[in-house]
């Protein structure tokens, strides 16, 4: 591995985890395809994602469920919930020693980076060029999986069957955008439950938000796929990631509203 790929490695983290220490607003938008890839319905929910420290406090608030804002009423009821779920897993986690939370810790650390290995063992990588991307200078570099190859992580064995391209920031090695296609069918189970076909395809663009971190701000997947043998599936789902504000003790979150932060 060269020494841009070796420093493109270590900015690498799963998003879920980089996501989670921001609150945002994520608005998906699933159309449904004819055979000819034209619209046939379009329906939108938004999501107020208010994060904590630990994954447990995490919320998403629904706000408009299949283009119809939700009502106080609604909100209300489900903040509710929210505050009594998150009631209930604090006394379950005050109840547990420190060592094991931090072992449960450690534990993702390890899962993540096990993930990471198979990623660039798995894949071929071939540096295209430079390119312009967003006003950023880029490396684009090509991948695609080594014939063969046996990933070692649940992730990895269906990462093995994408291949595609990414731009990686040559200022901070950071990903920037990729755009991925299956080469190979992936069967849920065991092909009963249900199958996704080759050809289907994902694009996800990153930006770096607040001068301070890498986010992704976009990704648009294209699903084609049967259902129990029996209902074909040929969806675009859209989802966009905005009013990222970024998580601290000092912030308080107003439902209905994006976080402001307090001063004494």
């Known amino acids: 591995m060269g020494p841009f790929l070796a420093e493109f490695r270590k900015t690498l983290h799963l998003d879920e985890k980089l996501l989670s ?3 945002y607003t994520q608005t998906e938008t699933e159309l449904s ?3 000819k890839g034209k619209t046939k319905k379009t329906e939108t929910n938004v999501y107020q994602v208010i994060n904590g420290p630990e994954e447990w406090q995490s919320y998403q608030r629904q706000t408009v469920k299949k283009g119809v804002p939700v009502s106080e009423k609604e909100l209300e009821k489900s903040d509710r919930e929210n505050k009594e779920q998150v009631e209930k897993e604090k006394a379950k986690r005050d109840r547990k020693p420190e060592s094991k939370i931090q072992e449960e810790r450690e534990k993702e650390k390890r899962e993540e980076q096990e993930v990471l ?3 660039f ?3 071929d990588l071939q540096m295209l060029g430079r390119e312009v991307l967003d006003g950023r200078s880029t490396i684009l570099i090509s991948f695609k999986p080594r014939p ?3 990933p070692k992580t649940k992730d990895g064995k269906n990462l093995y069957r ?4 990414v731009w990686v920031s040559e200022e901070d090695y950071e990903l920037a955008r990729m755009e991925g296609e299956l080469v190979d069918s992936i069967s849920f189970g065991a092909g009963i439950l249900a199958k996704l076909h080759k050809g289907s395809a994902f ?3 990153r930006r770096k938000i607040n001068n301070e971190i890498w986010l992704p701000v976009r990704a648009e997947v294209l699903i084609n796929a049967r259902v129990l043998l029996l209902k074909g599936i040929n969806v675009k789902e859209i989802y966009e990631y905005s009013d990222h504000r970024k998580y601290s003790v000092e912030t308080q979150l107003k439902f209905g509203g ?3 932060d307090l001063t004494p």
């Open 162 to 165: 994408i291949a595609g391209r």
């Open 33 to 35: 395809l004819d055979d």
């Open 121 to 123: 063992a798995m894949y």
């Open 203 to 205: 694009v996800l663009d």
């Open 258 to 260: 994006p976080a402001e």
């Open 21 to 23: 220490q921001y609150t």
């Open 148 to 150: 063969g190859f046996k």
């Open 117 to 119: 290995d198979d990623v």
